[in-house]
């Protein structure tokens, strides 16, 4: 099976995504947290996977609030995506993504009697699931020589568990005390080198978060 580690454009992404979110941190305000009302929350989403190709996704998201100066909570959150193509037309047919950690720092916060709006960066560590179709993929390889040589690459149906990080962003709207519309933006980076997963890969989901 081939494998391939992470392209160099793909670790000059990582490092940008850690490097904005560490700028982020440094701006959050450690007086919005008085603002904070819930202990915990919970979220259902749906959205899609994107980079490469795109699938449909449904999500859940719990936070537990800790009550630091700093406005962090932490809890886990999972999305699944389902009956998507990555960029070079391999079916990928399950991408499950738990993050068994997923901390998330306050960066602003605004309340009006009982409604709000929150906006987060997020930072998790845990590990992924997917499952691959059977693929053949028409490549083109170019010997010592400076010939094209036409192939085609096939893959068996196969699935692969991994470890992956995530960063990335989440706001909440309040409309109420209980319940709220959430929006999370989340980039994941797997830590292995299976060469039928990328290297980097997006989220985005709109949801209801539930508060008590």
């Not at 305000?29 to 989403?45: I, K, V, Y």
């Not at 886990?76 to 193509?85: D, E, H, K, R, T």
């Not at 005390?177 to 989340?186: P, R, S």
Request: glycine fraction near 12%; proline fraction near 4%; aromatic fraction near 10%.
């Amino acid at each position: 099976m081939p494998r391939r580690a992470l392209s160099s454009r793909e670790i000059s992404v990582l490092w940008l995504l850690v490097a904005t979110t560490g700028a982020l941190l440094a701006l959050s305000p450690s007086e919005a947290h008085a603002q904070r009302r819930h202990d915990t929350t919970e979220a259902l989403m749906v959205g899609g996977r994107f980079d490469p190709g795109a699938a449909w996704l449904v999500g859940y998201d719990l936070e537990i609030e800790l009550h630091t100066p700093c406005g962090f909570n932490l809890g886990p959150a999972a999305s699944v995506a389902f009956g998507g193509l990555d960029g070079e037309a391999q079916r990928q047919d399950l991408l499950a993504s738990l993050d068994i950690l997923r901390g998330r720092f306050l960066l602003d916060e605004h309340h009006c009697g009982s409604c709000g709006y929150r906006l987060q960066a997020l930072l998790g560590a845990g590990m992924y699931f997917v499952m691959h179709g059977a693929a053949q993929i028409p490549r083109v390889y170019v010997n010592d020589n400076g010939d094209a040589i036409p192939v085609i690459e096939r893959y068996v149906d196969e699935w692969r568990l991994g470890a992956q990080l995530t960063g990335g962003m989440s706001a909440d709207w309040w409309f109420s005390e209980e319940w709220a519309i959430t929006g999370v933006l989340a980039f994941h980076v797997r830590l292995d080198d299976y060469a039928r997963m990328p290297g980097i890969w997006a989220e985005a989901s709109l949801g209801i978060r539930f508060g008590t």
